[in-house]
C-alpha cells in the first residue's frame, strides 16, 4: 500500500531556513501536499504541488518534489516562531483520490 | 473560496451515547466527501470516503456500523459515532472535493475533538 514517512522532529532557530523532508512510496501519486497544524487544530493547507512538476514557490515556502526518487521537500525562509507546528506530508492517487498522510514533522523555532 | 466547516468543534459525551458531527462545504458543492480520524501524536488515517447520494466506501478495519456516514446532500455529510466508548475518543476530520475523479484537491474541515468519558 502506499506509505509516506517524515522525521518526527525539527528544531531551528528564529530567522534561519527549515527545511522538512518527505518520502513517499506511490508512484502513481498525483498531488502532493503540505500540511500545518496548530496545536488543537485543524489542517491547514499550506501548498500543493502537482506530481508534473519541480518546484513550486509561494512566497516564504518552497516545494522541491524529485519524482524520480519520490522525495518532497518544504523549504520556509526566513522561520518564525509563528511557523511552530506540526507538517504533514500527504500524497493523493488512485481513482478514489485517497490522500495518505505522513506522521507529521514537528517544528521548533527557537527565538 | 472551498471553504469546510464541521459542527461542532469540541464535544464530550458519556460512554454509550451517539454523536453525530456535521461536515459542509460552504461555497461549493462537494460530490465527494472524506472522513478521518487522527489518533494523539499519529497521522490522519481515512476511515471513510461518501459519494452524494450513494453509500460509503469504509477503509479496511473501520467498523461501518459504528461509524455512520451519510452524504444526502452535496454540501453536507455526517457522521455519527454510535455508542461511543472512550477509545473512539479522537479528533475528527473531514475533507471535501469538488469532483469524484481525481483531479481536484481536497479541502479540510478544522476537525472535531471527541472526547468519550
Known amino acids: 500500500g502506499e506509505d509516506v514517512e517524515q522525521s518526527l522532529f525539527l528544531s531551528v532557530r528564529e530567522g534561519d531556513s527549515s527545511v522538512i523532508n518527505c518520502t513517499y512510496t506511490d508512484s502513481s501519486s498525483t498531488y502532493l501536499y503540505w500540511y500545518k497544524q496548530e496545536p488543537g487544530a485543524g489542517l491547514q493547507l499550506l501548498t500543493y504541488i502537482f506530481s508534473n512538476m519541480d518546484m513550486k514557490q509561494d512566497q516564504r515556502l518552497t516545494v522541491l518534489l524529485n519524482k524520480k526518487d519520490k522525495h518532497l521537500s518544504l523549504r520556509i525562509a526566513d522561520t518564525q516562531t509563528g511557523d511552530s507546528a506540526i507538517y504533514f506530508c500527504?500524497?493523493?492517487?488512485?481513482?478514489?483520490?485517497?490522500?495518505?498522510f505522513g506522521i507529521g514533522t514537528k517544528l521548533q523555532v527557537i527565538p | 473560496g472551498a471553504v469546510v466547516s464541521q459542527h461542532p468543534s469540541r464535544v464530550i459525551c458519556k460512554s454509550g451515547t451517539s454523536v453525530k458531527i456535521e461536515c459542509r462545504s460552504l461555497?461549493?458543492?462537494?460530490?465527494?466527501m472524506f472522513w478521518y480520524r487522527q489518533f494523539p501524536k499519529k497521522s490522519l488515517m481515512l476511515m471513510a470516503t461518501?459519494?452524494?447520494?450513494?453509500?460509503?466506501?469504509?477503509e479496511q478495519g473501520v467498523e461501518k456500523d459504528k461509524f455512520l456516514i451519510n452524504h444526502a446532500s452535496l454540501t453536507l455529510s455526517t457522521l455519527t459515532v454510535t455508542s461511543a466508548h472512550p477509545e473512539d475518543s479522537s479528533f475528527y476530520i473531514c475533507?471535501?472535493?469538488?469532483?469524484?475523479?481525481?483531479?481536484?484537491?481536497?479541502?479540510f474541515g478544522p476537525g472535531t475533538r471527541l472526547t468519550v468519558l
Open positions: 461555497d461549493f458543492q462537494a460530490t465527494t
Open positions: 500527504a500524497e493523493q492517487s488512485g481513482g478514489y483520490q485517497k490522500v495518505t
Open positions: 475533507s471535501a472535493s469538488r469532483d469524484s475523479g481525481n483531479t481536484d484537491t481536497q479541502y
Open positions: 461518501s459519494n452524494e447520494g450513494s453509500k460509503a466506501t469504509y
